[in-house]
C-alpha cells in the first residue's frame, strides 16, 4: 500500500460555483441526525445524502438543484485531476454538519486494501475564518496528528484508509462536503457493496430536517 497522500487546493471553484455550493449547503439541503462513519461509536453530526452508488437511478429524478451540485464536483474534479474519473467512481457524495464544539471521532473511510480516495471540500463561509476559529481536518499518521485547515473554498483530497476526523468551529456550525470515491474494477464486488450499504446510506427523499438557519448559533 502506498504512503499516504494527503493534498489540499485552494479556490477550488470559481466564485460564483463556490457561491452556489455553499447556498445549497445551508440553504437547501435536507439533514438528518447521526452519521456513523465509526460504526463502535454513537452517531454524531447531521447529513445530507446527495448520491449513493447502490440508488445511482435515484439521481436521474433528482431535483435539479441537485444534479447541478453533483455535476460541478465530477467537472471541476475532472479539471484538477486529469484522468481520475477514468479509474474511478463516485460511490457516496454527502454534506456533513456539525455543531460548535461537537468532536466527531477518528475512522477511516475504507477497509483493508481497497483502492479509494475521500475528497472534502469547504465550503465559502459567511464569517471571516480564522485559524483560531478551529475547524480542521485532523489526520491520524502513525500516531502524528496533522490538521488540514477548512480553508473556504478549498478542497482535500486522501487516500481513504488513513484514519482522520473533523473537529469543531468554537461558535459556528461547520459543513463540508465529503466525495468519496472507489476504483471501479472493485464496485460489482460483494466484499465492497457488502461494506456500504445500510441505513446510513438514505438517498434523496429520505431526509426529515431541513439545513436553513443552522449555519450560525
Same mark, same amino acid.
Given at each position: 500500500?502506498?504512503?499516504?497522500?494527503?493534498?489540499?487546493?485552494?479556490?477550488?471553484?470559481?466564485?460564483?460555483?463556490?457561491?452556489?455550493?455553499?447556498?445549497?449547503?445551508?440553504?437547501?439541503?435536507?439533514?438528518? &441526525?447521526?452519521? +456513523?462513519?465509526?460504526?463502535?461509536?454513537?452517531?454524531?453530526?447531521?447529513?445530507?445524502?446527495? /448520491?449513493?452508488? #447502490? =440508488? $445511482?437511478?435515484?439521481?436521474?429524478?433528482?431535483?435539479?438543484?441537485?444534479?447541478?451540485?453533483?455535476?460541478?464536483?465530477?467537472?471541476?474534479?475532472?479539471?484538477?485531476?486529469?484522468?481520475?474519473?477514468?479509474?474511478?467512481?463516485?460511490?457516496?457524495?454527502?454534506?456533513?454538519?456539525?455543531?460548535?464544539?461537537?468532536?466527531?471521532?477518528?475512522?477511516?473511510?475504507?477497509?483493508?486494501?481497497?483502492?479509494?480516495?475521500?475528497?472534502? &471540500?469547504?465550503? +465559502?463561509?459567511?464569517?471571516?475564518?480564522?485559524?483560531?476559529?478551529?475547524?480542521?481536518?485532523? /489526520?491520524?499518521? #502513525? =500516531? $502524528?496528528?496533522?490538521?488540514?485547515?477548512?480553508?473556504?473554498?478549498?478542497?482535500?483530497?486522501?487516500?481513504?484508509?488513513?484514519?482522520?476526523?473533523?473537529?469543531?468551529?468554537?461558535?459556528?456550525?461547520?459543513?463540508?462536503?465529503?466525495?468519496?470515491?472507489?476504483?471501479?474494477?472493485?464496485?460489482?464486488?460483494?466484499?465492497?457493496?457488502?461494506?456500504?450499504?445500510?441505513?446510513?446510506?438514505?438517498?434523496?427523499?429520505?431526509?426529515?430536517?431541513?439545513?436553513?438557519?443552522?449555519?450560525?448559533?
Amino acid at each position: 500500500m502506498d504512503k499516504p497522500s494527503i493534498q489540499q487546493i485552494e479556490n477550488f471553484f470559481p466564485d460564483d460555483v463556490a457561491s452556489k455550493v455553499a447556498e445549497f449547503a445551508t440553504d437547501y439541503a435536507s439533514y438528518r &441526525y447521526g452519521e +456513523t462513519d465509526n460504526r463502535e461509536a454513537p452517531p454524531t453530526g447531521m447529513v445530507s445524502d446527495l /448520491f449513493h452508488w #447502490d =440508488n $445511482k437511478d435515484v439521481m436521474t429524478s433528482a431535483p435539479d438543484h441537485v444534479k447541478l451540485i453533483y455535476n460541478y464536483f465530477i467537472k471541476h474534479i475532472h479539471e484538477k485531476y486529469t484522468g481520475f474519473w477514468n479509474d474511478y467512481q463516485i460511490y457516496r457524495l454527502y454534506i456533513n454538519v456539525f455543531a460548535p464544539r461537537e468532536i466527531p471521532y477518528f475512522h477511516t473511510d475504507s477497509v483493508g486494501d481497497s483502492d479509494q480516495w475521500t475528497f472534502i &471540500y469547504y465550503p +465559502t463561509l459567511d464569517f471571516d475564518y480564522h485559524i483560531n476559529q478551529g475547524g480542521c481536518t485532523e /489526520f491520524d499518521l #502513525d =500516531n $502524528k496528528i496533522i490538521g488540514v485547515p477548512p480553508i473556504p473554498n478549498s478542497m482535500c483530497r486522501f487516500s481513504s484508509y488513513v484514519k482522520h476526523r473533523a473537529t469543531p468551529f468554537r461558535d459556528y456550525h461547520r459543513f463540508s462536503v465529503a466525495i468519496k470515491c472507489v476504483n471501479k474494477s472493485e464496485l460489482q464486488e460483494e466484499s465492497f457493496t457488502d461494506q456500504y450499504t445500510g441505513d446510513e446510506h438514505s438517498m434523496i427523499g429520505s431526509h426529515h430536517a431541513k439545513g436553513r438557519g443552522s449555519v450560525n448559533n
